[in-house]
């Protein structure tokens, strides 16, 4: 196991496999990045193509290698991210054993979920059970082409045959129950959840079927129209996003997502050559959902049903959108259609030409609330404001905020000032307390003599010139006199490993560190010494600069080391006297060649 993650790290290059997924930008021998895993203008995120690591410097401060990228990228177990990791690096793993119980447990309902929707298919297409499945989804316009690609089946009105069928495969009861494609009663008995239904199976971006939406042909008024596989190990509502596998290059190339309520919304445009949509299961928009769409795109244009929950809504999407900084529009049907799946149905050119030009969601909110709330009287005005105030106080940028303040101002017929002073009264409420964290949770802040020590030696590590930046260096300093133990060590293992390595080998220093020195050393190699201001400015030289700081590092030592000795009672004055005059010579020689470098 140990020779296969190890294999995976070398042959997976780490800067190859982020900016496959992130834009990265050149940092000296580093890139830098936003971090995906958390909403930020400013880059923290950090990768070392030399150490093939990364580290976010921001409010998630993680890191770790390629393997952990990957999991938290998809949000997958460790052996999940090693074993397509592999593939990507055409490295086989199928003599592996695998340890990792969650993965195998995953593994178990992924395979029954894809042998029960091959069943499924088979049932639709192949038997006499599935024509009236099949003749529904004629006459809902869906070809035996979409209906293959979506893998749509038909479940028979039976109690256990697919449990039957699961057990001749091999399944165990418990997990066929985990997978939740079966449900056991109060009894103890065992039988099919989907029974006389359209099924469709739901899937990861990856393309593993996670789950099963069932919906039924002619519906009796006890029947739920959907019924959907509960929470399992591999399927959290939350996350998921019907036809997220299929669309997401479409979603990327357009970089606008259309995101519908059902499946028959997302088929039915995806038929007609409209690639970029996904359904989410009901109406709500997870902020889970959100983090997945901002990874391929950053405009979201909301395709919900006309109607008054389908308003709500978009409503709800608003403040977990615009805290993450997307474009939102709405597609408004008027009286065209209820839905989607109809107005692609009955009125596909009128849908393209909305899909070209889609109204802000903004406008959208606006829109309603006049319907809402369209009287002359006062306290009209009142409400109309107040309804769409509270979207307009989330507006992150200050230039859409401002055109929205003067939009509903002039329709309320009041003055700027009036709106900006409701806009405070939302933006007080929903203003999050302040936490106080007791001392023990609170991060000390780095000292200044720390962090010239700190900028020093990792400018070394990463700058292109790493050997004749440590010559430089180390014609100042010496590692007695870096104040941190940890930076003293690896500064004096570092004059050694010259001593004796070629210069293409400075990324493999680290390796060859104790433990308890590697992880420190390996921060160094990332750290994102750019956003330093305080101590070399944008656009400054910096080799100038590194030698003033390591002068100055030098200053601070002796004073120290002078103030330590005036401290102390000595036997030998004379001896005292002599270190004395050496050390406030040496000081005045830094000094000097500090003025002269301030100079230059």
Known sequence: MEGIIQEVKDKVDIVDLISSFIPVKKAGRNFKANCPFHNEKTPSFVISPDRQI????????????????????????????????????????????????????????????????????????????????????????????????????????????????????????????????????????????????????????????????????????????YINTPETEVYHKRESLFGIHLAKEAIKKENNVLIVEGEFDMISPYQFNIENVVAVKGSALTKEQLTILKRLTSRLTFAFDADKAGGEAVKKAIQEAEAMDFEMYVLDWGDDAKDPDEMVRNHLINFKQKLKSPISIYDFVINLAQKKFGGESAFDKKKFGEEVGKFIAEIKNPIIQSYYIKKVAKLLEVSDDSMMALLKQFQHRNAKPVQFLPKAVTQQKINKDELMEKYVLSYMFQNEESYSIAEIISKILSPAEFSTVAYQKVFQLFQKYLETHPKETVSKFSDTLPAELQSMCNELFLYNIEDIEELVPKGANEKVHIEKIALEIKKNALKKAIHHLLSITQDDDLTKEEDLVKMNASLKEVEKRMNSLYNY
């Open 54 to 225: 990364w580290h976010c410097f921001g409010s998630c401060n993680d890191g770790g290698d390629c393997i952990k990228f990957f999991m938290k990228w998809e949000n997958i177990t460790f052996y999940e991210a090693l074993k397509e990791l592999a593939v990507k690096a055409g490295i086989s793993i199928k003599t592996i054993s695998i340890e990792d119980k969650e993965w195998q447990k995953k593994e178990k309902t992924y395979q029954i979920n894809t042998i029960a929707a091959e069943y499924f298919e088979y049932i639709l297409n192949k038997t006499e059970f599935g024509k009236i499945a099949l003749e529904y989804l004629e006459k809902r316009g869906v070809t035996p082409a979409i209906a293959h690609t979506f893998q749509i089946g038909y479940a028979p009105n039976s109690w256990d045959s697919l449990l039957k069928f699961l057990y001749k495969k091999g399944f165990s009861p418990d997990e066929i129950i985990r997978s939740g494609i079966t449900v056991k009663n109060d009894s103890g008995r065992m039988y099919d959840r989907f029974r006389g239904r359209l099924t469709f199976p739901i899937k990861d971006i990856r393309g593993n079927i996670i789950a099963f939406s069932g919906r039924v042909i002619d519906k009796k008024d006890s029947e739920a129209k």
